[in-house]
């Protein structure tokens, strides 16, 4: 983008050294930064007075050195306006190439990513005026470590009504993303004795570094098609657990309604705390969403939720309902963090929920990946081949079985050679040298077109590693 150079900076940029023949070093030194991309085309110098006067010289001597510039093509004269660095004038041919990213492949197939084309800029943009307008000078100041009591109340009572969880705005710690309440909550967790946290395995592997910075210990206890296996929690001595309930990451599975309770008893009987995982609870097709398990023991769950899948991970939005024994640990651990957060955000985020902007979003969004997953199951059962994808009744990521004898990490290579981005099963695990090799597919960030492409060439290489 073409700007207006100021005389300072002009003069900071060019570092003429003062002397003899300053017109001629001038004059270089402003024909190598138009060679070097210092300046670019478009870019408006500094009127001649203005950049005489800052340099200390005759304004003749600057007028010299822009003319000479220009009939030697790198700048042009405008008749009552700036003088412009020329269009046709480019960096030296002898400045070093760009190096060139290494292409990605086109059709991206990776789970936990929303549709980022559908991103409801327009709703964003009208709340945060609506935030800036109802602010006031008490608001802008630092603020409290819990998040804006405006934004908390919304929140509350979205989970009460959306996610039938059993919380209030003072109870609520709002926070930059899933990763940030981690950051907050493992080592609150951690002061309170507890130092073995269960993971659901296959499961997400981005806590692992929160985890160990916390100084948490990590214990995988296996995912079965019920959910995770409450009964060995107590073997592996855990202190808290967590947990994706609604639809497990990444296998798809819902925690069933008596592991449910296994899980609140286990909790009950041992002190042990449960981080519950709300990850993408709102897109459900089968039925109505799966209650938060927080709603059955709201001194003992922890539940964190966020923006990133129902609008985008950009955002930065989250949010934690917490036992009242955690919140003062959290709130102040936030403090000290960023000393507050970011205010204008978090009412904007209110202004959306109390709108019903949020819950329209919410909607059509639930609408699109119902449609798609059927364009996925349809290409899928037209392409025969045995392929079949499970765990698909919420979200928009399901696991896509291989045969017995594939080499998942082979399938992977073949479908990148092919455009085609997908990430094996195996990447989630940590424990579980039996899983079946199996693909985690997503259709949250591809259109109906690109599946139609995508699929047969997985497909494709799937077959050719079959061969190899």
């Known amino acids: 983008m073409a700007q207006k150079w100021t005389t300072s900076d002009l003069v ?10 300053f017109g001629m070093r001038m004059q270089a030194a402003l024909r190598d930064a138009v060679r070097g991309g210092v300046v670019r085309p478009g870019d408006a110098l500094p009127a001649t007075r203005e950049l005489a006067v800052e340099l200390g010289v005759a304004r003749g001597t600057v007028v010299h050195v822009y003319e000479q510039l220009a009939a030697e093509g790198y700048l042009v004269a405008q008749s009552g306006g700036r003088t412009r660095v020329a269009s046709g004038a480019t960096p030296s041919t002898a400045s070093p190439p760009k190096v060139r990213a290494a292409a990605s492949p086109r059709l991206d197939l990776r789970p936990g990513v929303p549709d980022l084309r559908r991103f409801p800029a327009g709703d964003w943009a009208w709340a945060h005026a609506e935030a800036a307008r109802s602010i006031g000078a008490a608001d802008v100041d630092y603020g409290d470590g819990r998040g804006h009591p405006r934004a908390r109340a919304a929140v509350a009572d979205h989970l009460r009504r959306v996610r039938a969880a059993d919380t209030d705005p003072d109870r609520v710690v709002l926070c930059l993303g899933f990763a940030q309440a981690l950051t907050l909550l493992l080592p609150a967790l951690a002061q309170r004795g507890v130092r073995v946290l269960a993971v659901e395995d296959p499961g997400d592997r981005g806590i692992d570094a929160v985890a160990l910075a916390a100084g948490v210990a990590l214990t995988p206890i296996p995912v079965d098609a019920h959910g995770i296996r409450v009964d060995l929690l107590e073997p592996a001595q855990a202190h808290a657990v967590l947990v994706t309930p609604a639809h497990q990451s990444p296998t798809g599975v819902v925690l069933s309604a008596s592991r449910r309770r296994e899980l609140v008893e286990w909790a009950a009987r041992t002190g042990g705390w449960i981080i519950e995982d709300d990850y993408d609870s709102e897109f459900r097709y089968d039925r109505q969403p799966v209650g938060a398990l927080q709603g059955l023991a709201p001194e003992r769950v922890v539940l964190i939720g966020s923006a990133s899948k129902s609008h985008a991970p950009a955002v930065r939005t989250a949010w934690i309902a917490a036992p009242v024994a955690l919140i003062d640990v ?48 349809d290409t899928l059962g037209r392409l025969g081949a045995g392929l079949a994808l499970t765990g698909v009744s919420a979200g928009f990521h399901g696991l896509l079985a291989l045969p017995a004898a594939a080499d998942e990490s082979a399938v992977v290579a073949a479908a990148a050679a092919r455009g085609v981005r997908v990430i094996g099963l195996t990447s989630f695990a940590r424990d579980r040298g039996d899983l079946p090799p199996s693909l985690v597919i997503g259709f949250g960030d591809i259109d109906d077109e690109a599946v139609r492409v995508a699929l047969p060439r997985l497909r494709d290489a799937i077959a050719a590693t079959g061969r190899e």
């Open 330 to 377: 959290l709130a102040a651990r936030r403090r000290i963090a960023d000393r507050g957060g970011p205010v204008l955000g978090e009412l904007a985020f209110a202004a959306l929920l109390d709108s019903g902007r949020h819950d329209k979003h919410v909607r059509a969004m639930r609408a699109v990946y119902a449609a798609r997953r059927e364009v996925v199951l």
């Open 12 to 21: 900071l940029a060019l570092a003429i050294p003062r002397g003899a023949r």
